[in-house]
């Protein structure tokens, strides 16, 4: 089985609710970090409250600005994702285009003013190129995914969801395991697994209801106020 993570490494995380069971800290300790959320709770109600922090790291919309060690999210005005500007030595920035409904239609992974990777959005079909001029096609039909690319044999991956909707399993058509993910109990992947590297990258979808980026990023938004 393929990790994705270099090392596998064992974590703690530790949950505080108040006595009207809303979420106000989360704490998580590992080797390799350890880091923690404050959620501010209304004293009158039992909804999240803006903090001085909040106001710089949400926008009016409680859309989330920044990514820790990833890069900085600019939106539109009707919520959708315009681009994420990546804090790294590789000066990526990922452009996302909508049609007039609203839905993801392209993303588009550019580096140092070149287009590096583009994902185009059809109904039910995917498709993928990169500066390689390597091209992939993902269909979706019904619970499975027919998987093809320039290089390698069309693949079926059948997909196992949570209740959420977010993939936990994937199998070829011999039920042979293809990639496993887990989730932390608030979002973000604990693990991800499979029987080689390219299996893993071929994991799409993560999260239904908020296409997969080129760069894989979970989004949450801020509480109601």
């Keep these: 089985m393929y990790y994705l993570m270099s090392l596998l490494e064992t974590y703690h995380q530790t949950y505080t609710y108040d006595i009207g069971n809303n979420l106000t800290h989360i704490s998580h300790q590992a080797n390799s970090s350890a880091w923690q959320q404050t959620i501010a709770i209304h004293p009158n109600n039992n909804r999240g409250t803006e903090t001085q922090q909040s106001a710089t790291d949400f926008d009016a919309n409680g859309n989330l600005l920044g990514l820790n060690n990833i890069g900085n999210l600019e939106w539109h005005y009707n919520n959708t994702l315009n681009k994420l500007i990546q804090t790294d030595k590789t000066n990526a920035t990922e452009y996302c285009v909508y049609d007039y409904q609203g839905r993801r239609i392209r993303t588009v992974l550019k580096s140092n003013n070149q287009v ?110």
């Design 116 to 225: 590096q990777n583009q994902r185009d959005y059809l109904p039910s079909l995917d498709l993928s190129s990169n500066q390689a001029k390597q091209q992939s096609s993902t269909l979706h039909i019904g619970t499975h995914i027919l998987s093809e690319s320039s290089k390698d044999n069309a693949q079926t991956r059948y997909q196992l969801t949570s209740h959420l909707q977010s993939n936990t399993l994937e199998l070829d058509d011999k039920a042979q395991t293809l990639s496993y993910e887990h989730y932390y109990p608030y979002g973000g992947t604990a693990i991800i697994a499979g029987k080689d590297k390219t299996e893993v990258q071929k994991n799409a979808i993560a999260i239904p209801t908020k296409k997969e980026m080129i760069i894989v990023v979970y989004i949450t938004m801020a509480p109601d106020t």
